[in-house]
């Protein structure tokens, strides 16, 4: 079934005019949908019109089923969708806001050796709809309004999925959370992160909009990316390169390399220094992420001391880098593990 959040006001418009509806029905409809509301609890249209929406989309895209609350406050969810499918989403606080990591697809087709979205495959694509009600419903929840009253003050593409493998709906939902008329989160507090889908970097770069563009590299040369990526047999990271440039010349925005640090694969202080030749030459930025371990994964994760020597290693070349910190390790924090719990538990 169709959801009605997959409308812009001006397709909302269209829809109430064909139903025969004045045309000032499409914006109470839009705000009170924006306010997080399912269709059957907007209270100022007739109950005609709520069957006629009803009769063609679901009432709520999608709900939260669980919430884990680290000790750090973090709060990652799961959710699901109309069709029972599971997603999963992370909750970050901090003094200016509240950032919210959302997914693009149930499941993952990449296949990285690290990450466990991609345990079981790809099940979908996620609609713009999908990925905005994440926004909406965590925004609700928050308290938070529409406009300059929203809570979620920065939104990223970093949960389940590989954003530019779902391409058409991510740029819709892109412009769908940036409309004024919404919760209007602008593009340049939104980070979309990426495997490094080459074509569709050129695309992002072309669309106009400032979000953040931020490359998962993990690795300082092709040899080892091969190793852990899959895509990197697809794209190498000369291509990768050109096209971050690429993305920096269009946009002005600085772009940002991801690199799960994994011990004995890739943080060596040979590919510390590889990795600073590679993002030399346009303002970047690397961060550093000690890896998450999974379950169902024989890659270890380093040590702080390990982490903070290859970070001082590409400091001393002068590349800007920090190490994030770990997130949530407590509550299943790595992309995929607590929607995978859910899944599994209910498979048995
Ligand atoms: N498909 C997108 C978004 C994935 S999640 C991408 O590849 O960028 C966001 C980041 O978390 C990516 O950099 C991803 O590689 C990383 N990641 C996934 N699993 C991880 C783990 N177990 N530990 C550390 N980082 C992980």
Redesign the pocket.
């Known amino acids: 079934m169709q959801i009605i959040q997959d409308l812009s006001l001006e397709e909302l418009e269209v829809l109430v005019n064909e139903l025969g509806e004045a045309k000032f029905r499409a914006r109470q409809i839009y705000d009170n949908i924006n306010l997080g509301k399912s269709i059957s609890a907007i209270s100022n249209i007739s109950k005609d019109l709520k069957e006629k929406l009803l009769a063609r989309f679901a009432d709520t895209p999608l709900e939260i089923i669980t919430t884990q609350e680290s000790k750090d406050g973090t709060k990652k969810f799961a959710y699901r969708l109309s069709d029972g499918n599971i997603i999963e989403g992370v909750l970050m606080s901090y003094k200016y806001g509240h950032t919210l990591c959302v997914s693009t697809q149930v499941g ?1 087709r ?1 296949g ?1 050796k ?4 991609t345990l079981g495959g790809l099940a979908r694509n996620l609609t713009a709809g999908e990925i905005l009600a994440q926004v909406l419903t965590v925004n609700t929840m928050l308290g938070g309004k529409l406009g300059k009253h929203r809570a979620i003050t920065n939104v990223v ?3 389940s ?3 530019l493998d779902n391409f058409e709906n991510v740029l819709k939902f892109l412009h769908l959370v940036s409309c004024e008329k919404g919760i209007n989160i602008s593009p340049r507090n939104i980070s979309v ?3 490094g889908i080459v074509p569709n970097i050129y695309k992002l770069a072309d669309a106009g909009l400032q979000v953040i563009l ?3 590299l ?1 690795a300082p040369n092709d040899e080892i990316r091969k190793t852990i990526m899959p895509i990197a047999n697809k794209y190498s990271i000369a291509e990768i390169m050109k096209a971050a440039k690429y993305y920096f010349e269009q946009t002005g925005r600085r772009v940002v390399f ?1 690199y ?1 640090l994994i011990d004995g694969v890739n943080n060596t202080h040979e590919c510390a220094d590889e990795l600073s030749a590679l993002v030399k030459g346009f303002p970047t930025h690397v961060n550093l ?1 000690p ?4 379950e169902e994964r024989e890659l270890k994760t380093v040590t702080r001391k390990k982490a903070e020597q290859f970070s001082e290693w590409l400091k001393k070349h002068g590349t800007s880098v920090t190490i994030r910190r770990t997130i949530a390790d407590d509550i299943d924090g ?2 995929g593990q607590l929607r995978n719990k859910i899944v599994n538990k209910n498979q048995t």
């Open positions: 993952c990449m990285c690290f990450c466990a979205s593409l970093m949960g999925g590989e954003p992160s990426t495997c931020t490359i998962s993990h991801e799960a992420i890896l998450n371990e999974v790595a992309c």
